[in-house]
């Protein structure tokens, strides 16, 4: 009850009491009773009010404490929780962005090495490819310019003959060929290769009796190569180590040069080499292939001069095999006392060698001098009746007007010419490519 209300309260007249009819024992209420009671009933409020107060705001304060405790310790709570929430949310951000990345930096490092690796290895392999090509092109170049000019004398010969011959002409009469046949024979090319062209020729031009002299020459080259292509016999590609190369001939014709020039030319190709001098026949002879095996730094194998050749072969072999080369070329006498005598000296050695290496010698080399012209196709059929041949080596078609050879011996004889010289050094040897025979002898 408020302040107000009691002390009306206390003003209220009685029930049934009128006022102006006064009951005796009223006093009167004055102004200052009434103040008098107002203060005490004042007091009395403040103090209860202070007694009731004093206990809530105890109270009040413990909620109050306690609230903002609470509170705080919430807000405490939430702002540790939101920071610590925060810091791991960003620790494990960071730490996943760290990781992506480095996974994401690793696959883009690895992927653009990868491709920066590729395109460099293909760049070096193309260069390195093209560098190769290059240089195998120029060593083309330079052995088509050299077997260029070795057949220049047999070009002279040949086409200087040809040209005359053609001047003026345009038709292919029975004059023509007569004239061509001879031509032909005189240029080494033999009898029996000139009739073979002659029909050729003849048969083509059957139809066609008027040509200019360009055609002519094409239809004349076109006949030699078919002629080469028959009989080339089967170029011996096996692979052996060692790879063992016998070579046959009479003196002179160029085996010891030819040796010392293919032994070379294997080393160049970074193979190793080993040369046996199996020559044994004259001194000046084992002189003569170990000088050249000094200059060309290849290991020989020889022996005294009139010691057995089957056993210098033998010996040969054997240390080429304990010492894993890749090539093994022997030389051989040339001039014996008969035939007989050659053949059963090579049958010797080639057996001695097979003892050891069953398929070898691998190849067997027959040199022949170019520059004897037909004198070299009749020795050959000569020794090849003597003994067994795997290949030819034609020598000195530098310097000889008789290259013509080349042709007949390809028509005649069932071996295939390999090796050709051209020339004294020791880098004048050349695989035999009848194609480019042909075209250089019409260039
Ligand atoms: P071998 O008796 O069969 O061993 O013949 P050589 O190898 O001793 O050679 C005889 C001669 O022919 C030497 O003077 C060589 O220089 C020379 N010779 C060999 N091959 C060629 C060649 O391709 N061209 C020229 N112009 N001379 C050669
Ligand atoms: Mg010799």
Redesign the pocket.
Known sequence: MGIFDKIKQIFKPKENNDISTPNKFDKKVTQEDVLNKETILQKDVINENLASKSVTSKEVQQEVQQEVQQEVQQEVQQEVQEEVQQEVQQEVQEEVQEEVQQEVQEEVQQEVQEEVQEEVQEEVQQEVQQEVQEEVQEENNIQKQKLDRTLDKTRDGFFGKMKLFFSGKNKVDDEFLDQLEEMLITSDVGVKTTVKIIDLVEKYVLKNKYLNQDELKDILKNQIINLLSINQGEQNTQISKPYVILFV?V????????IAKLANFFKNQGKSVLIGAADTFRAA?ID?LDKWANKIDVPIVKQKMGSDPAAVAYDTIQSAIASNMDYVIIDTA?RLHNKINLMSELEKIATAIGKLIPLAPHEVVL?LDASTGQNALEQAKQFLKATKVTHLAL?????TAKGGVVISICDQLSIPIKYI????QID?VQLFDKMQFVESLFK
């Open positions: 001939g003196n002179g014709v160029g085996k010891t040069t030819t002879a003569q040339g040199a020598t000195k078609l530098d310097g010289g051209v020339g004294e004048d």
